[in-house]
């Protein structure tokens, strides 16, 4: 256990969000996303987990620690439902509620088609398997910066 780390943040998944650099790409999957076959083709080439915790849980960690980017409007995504791509599953708006409490105000994610999300997700820096069971809990995270103390 660390001073001020949300606990749900496991050694390896901190050592990743630290690697990251500005623009580097972060998928959080769930359960039924190909996550290991996946993160083979990324950055990091291994499949991180937190697997106890619903996609919103593991955001929520996750963004306590990382800046999302704030030079463009794809700093977050969402896979988009088949057939449907503006519907929002309660899982998203989850994710999203997250997003907003993290930024202090509301920043939409960006809906990404389900096979370019997984092209996404092969260049990504890395992927982190949640225990998320519900449909379309797949989001997309670009690391933005910390600004110089004043």
């Known amino acids: 256990m660390l001073k001020g780390i949300d606990n749900r943040l496991n050694a390896e998944v901190l050592a990743c969000l630290r690697a990251m650099g500005h623009g580097d790409v972060l998928i959080v999957a769930d359960t039924n996303f190909p996550s290991d076959s996946v993160a083979r083709a990324t950055v990091t080439g291994k499949l991180l987990r937190m697997e106890n915790l619903t996609a919103a849980e593991a955001v929520r960690a ?25 519907e929002i599953p309660p899982v998203q708006l989850e994710v999203q509620a997250e997003i907003d409490h993290a930024e ?19 260049k990504s820096y890395a992927v982190i398997q949640t225990g998320e069971r519900r449909f379309y809990g797949c989001f997309m995270f670009r690391k933005g910066v910390i600004p110089p103390e004043a």
């Open 104 to 122: 202090g105000r509301f920043r939409p994610m960006v809906g990404i088609e389900r096979f370019a999300f997984y092209d996404l997700a092969r």
């Open 62 to 86: 996750i963004l306590s620690v990382l800046p999302l980017d704030t030079f463009v409007d794809d700093f977050a995504g969402r896979m988009e439902v088949v057939g449907a791509p503006d």
